[in-house]
């Protein structure tokens, strides 16, 4: 792909792929656009096609903007704590010769191919439920008062269910950096004194490093838009009311479209911001 | 002080068995290389003394104390690893003053030992550089250096030049024997180079199938190999094995000569033959001979300006007191 000639005919036959991508996400990213500059509410039958600023003054400035957008932080840093940290540990033991390894892996990727409505449910139902939940059976054996996650600690039991479908993408990607650590390193460090901690620290963890940011990278931009699994337990309330989950009430609850359409494009500016943010941590990470 | 013993030693991995219990002594201060061919278990012998690899029985000794279950750290040996091993993300000094850090030595004194070592392997101008910046002869020097600042008691090379070209290898090998006659610490180096095994030694072992073939000062071993693997393994270019009738005139199974004990005569001669490929070195020329009654060529080293060219006619005669014999078990007859 070196040449003048073999760069223009790649261009050429890149060409509709980018014009079908380009269409597919320019016709809605306008059409929202267009819907936040109006007073749009169809079971009122009003509107208005210009209003100006109005719906993006009224959107930043109401006091549920700010809090969904700590509640979308706290959720996505949650949820990254739990996987990376998970994911590590389980790359470390899934790396380890045993009996059965195949089958364990198969076993630690399954969660991944589980839908996110059927998996909230299936946590919100077999594990949170006060009455017949596998986690208030435990309390009770321990002689404890089961206790009512998804009402007592709504933020934590829906980080714990995301976290749960994305520990398998991050212990995947981690596994294969893990695997590609040449063991004479490790045997080196070895040689040099390391105990095994040291050895994680300093030999294990850097060369984790770049694979840590792309999960890092990946997993956030696909959990700012957590829906389903606010939808399926708490309905976005108790504190669980994410950017997301807020421009859907305004657009489907409240019926006001063009106020959604803001927000929307909002949570667009914002997703971007974090993603440049991010990007620019990742090239540091991988210059080097 | 870094004297090693290996008493009955041996390695099996699951039921094959890479090493049969083998005993082996190497003193302190000794340059001991480990040469055979590719797969008889050197690199296996070395990490068993090293500690990363356990064994399956029998006892190594360091200075005399048990080291059989003492982990690597411990034994007191550093290693350098054929692909060097170097920490990718950490500068050269942070490679060098790893082992002293884990071992928590001051800092000045880490900073004395590495400005020692960098002087001494000119790292001096790269100790700010990551091992990716750097060429292949300026990591194995940052691996050794990562080796001597602990002032182990031996070190322990397994292939260390095989990366390296051919020129810069010449070069590492005379680093690596200044460094010996400098630091006068106990060094095990593993190659399958006999080159490298016969320029640098005080004591080569040669090992085959895991076995010890023969233990001796490179020039014992030229002159006097133990049995024909030996014979045939240590020299270049090969001693010329011959069979049959030649042989049984010696009253041996086998004979071998060297390619430098054989004398291009004008006329007569043991062996006449018809030149094959013919390599000018210059300094030699190393002529492979077809003789008739022979199913392998013989190579011969003849000087530089030997006339001869492919297909011409030449008489070889060998010096007797350079031949050696070898009975039915390939042992050598005294
Ligand atoms: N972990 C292992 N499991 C099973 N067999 C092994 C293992 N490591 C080495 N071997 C076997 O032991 C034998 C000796 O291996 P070793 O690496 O010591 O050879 P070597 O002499 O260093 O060869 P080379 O010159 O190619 O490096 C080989 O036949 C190899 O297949
Ligand atoms: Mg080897």
Redesign the interface.
């Known amino acids: 792909m070196a040449t003048e000639h073999s760069k223009s005919s790649a261009r050429l036959m890149i060409a509709p792929a980018v014009f079908v991508l380009l269409v597919w996400m320019l016709v809605p990213l306008c059409m929202t656009l267009y819907f936040s500059f109006a007073d749009y509410r169809p079971m009122r039958g009003t509107f208005d096609a210009w209003i100006g600023f109005g719906n993006y003054a009224s959107f930043l400035t109401s006091s549920s903007f700010l809090s969904s957008v700590m509640v979308t932080l706290q959720m996505v840093a949650g949820i990254l704590l739990i996987t990376i940290g998970g994911g590590v540990a389980l790359a470390l033991l899934l790396d380890q010769p045993m009996f059965g390894q195949g089958i364990v892996r198969i076993l630690v990727i399954a969660p991944f191919f589980v839908m996110p409505t059927v998996s909230a449910l299936v946590w919100k139902n077999m594990f949170f439920n006060v009455d017949n939940g596998l986690f208030s059976y435990l309390w009770k054996f321990f002689g404890a008062q089961p206790y009512d996650f998804l009402s007592q600690s709504p933020l934590l039991s829906i980080v714990v269910i995301v976290a749960w479908q994305w520990l398998p993408f991050a212990t995947l990607i981690l596994l294969t950096a893990v695997q590609s650590l040449?063991s004479?390193?490790l045997?080196?460090?070895?040689?040099?004194?390391?105990?095994g901690y040291?050895r994680f620290w300093?030999?294990i963890l850097?060369?984790l490093?770049r694979a840590i940011t792309v999960v890092i990278l990946i997993q956030t931009i696909f959990l700012l838009s957590i829906f389903a699994e606010i939808f399926v337990t708490t309905n976005g309330a108790f504190g669980t009311r994410t950017l997301t989950y807020l421009v859907y009430q305004r657009v489907l609850e409240s019926q006001n479209i063009g106020l959604g359409s803001a927000g929307g494009i909002v949570a667009v500016i914002l997703a971007n911001v974090v993603a440049i943010f991010l990007m620019r941590i990742v090239g540091k990470n991988l210059d080097? | 002080m870094g004297r090693i013993t290996l008493d009955k030693v041996q390695k099996k991995f699951g039921e094959v068995e890479v090493i049969p219990p083998l005993d082996l002594t190497i003193e302190d201060g000794e340059f001991v290389v480990f040469v055979g061919p590719s797969g008889c278990g050197k690199s296996t012998l070395l990490r068993l003394i090293a500690g990363l690899e356990d064994v399956s029985g029998g006892e190594i000794r360091i200075d005399g104390k048990p080291a059989t279950d003492l982990p690597p750290a411990k034994r007191g040996l550093a290693m350098v690893f054929q692909s060097y091993a170097l920490y990718p993300h950490m500068s050269v000094r942070k490679n060098i003053a790893f082992p002293m850090k884990m071992a928590g030595m001051d800092q000045a004194e880490q900073d004395r030992r590495i400005a020692k070592a960098a002087e001494a392997l000119n790292l001096t101008d790269y100790l700010d550089r990551r091992p990716g910046q750097l060429s292949g002869g300026q990591r194995q020097r940052v691996a050794i250096g990562r080796a001597i600042v602990r002032e182990p008691a031996a070190f322990l090379f397994d292939e260390p030049l095989s990366n390296l070209d051919a020129a810069l290898r010449v070069g590492m090998r005379m680093e690596i024997s200044e460094l010996h006659s400098t630091l006068k610490t106990t060094m095990v180096y593993v190659t399958h180079d006999q080159v490298e095994a016969m320029t640098m030694a005080d004591k080569i072992v040669v090992l085959r199938a895991g076995n010890i073939e023969q233990v001796g000062s490179p020039l014992e071993l030229y002159k006097a190999p133990r049995n024909t693997f030996v014979a045939g393994f240590i020299g270049s270019p090969k001693m010329n094995l011959l069979t049959g009738a030649i042989a049984d005139k010696h009253n041996a199974t086998t004979i071998g000569i060297r390619p430098e004990h054989l004398d291009v005569v004008e006329s007569g001669g043991t062996f006449t033959g018809r030149v094959g490929v013919a390599e000018h070195l210059g300094s030699d020329t190393f002529f492979h001979v077809h003789i008739p009654e022979m199913s392998e060529p013989m190579t011969v080293r003849a000087g530089g300006e030997v006339g001869l060219r492919h297909g011409d006619t030449i008489h070889l005669e060998p010096r007797a007191e350079h031949i050696h014999r070898f009975d039915a078990q390939g042992l050598r007859i005294a």
Request: no cysteine; proline share 11%; hydrophobic share 25%.
């Open positions: 040449s004479e390193q045997e080196a460090a070895e040689m040099d004194g390391a105990p040291s300093y030999i850097p060369h490093s080097t």
